[in-house]
Nanobody, 131 residues
């Protein structure tokens, strides 16, 4: 499985961006077994989990982005999305999508933004928010 992010860029505070992560090497059908998520890391800061979505489509969002960011997946296009609204300068970071096979953990309950065991990562897309 390979992941490739796109959609990053530079926008002003209050603006919106939609990130996409194309999945290759695996078909993202509803019967798939991958937990997927979006993460970000800014210079000098730890990686932060933003949102996850499990194989049944259940999503979770971190408190820091709840109400502003929305994760979704399009199984026909084999793509994971992150819709980001009301962006702030603090949202500036490299954004990554990641995945892990749920079968390694015997279920889907672990699939939350604070999960640290994602083992497939994209190379990231840069988001810069100016004030």
């Amino acid at each position: 499985v390979k992941l490739e992010e796109s959609g990053g860029g530079s926008v002003q505070s209050g603006g919106s961006l939609r990130l996409a992560c194309v999945v290759s090497g695996y078909t993202l059908t509803w019967s798939s077994t991958y937990c997927m998520g979006w993460f970000r890391q800014a210079p000098g800061r730890e990686r932060e989990g933003l949102a996850t979505i499990d194989s049944r489509g259940h999503s979770e969002h971190a408190a820091s982005v709840e109400g502003r960011f929305t994760i979704s997946r399009d199984n026909v296009k084999n793509t994971l999305f992150l819709e980001m609204n009301s962006l702030k300068p603090d949202d500036s970071a490299m954004y990554y999508c990641a995945a892990v096979d749920e079968r390694q953990y015997g279920g889907r309950s672990f699939c939350e933004p604070d999960f640290t065991g994602m083992d497939i990562w994209g190379k990231g897309t840069l988001v810069t928010i100016s004030s």
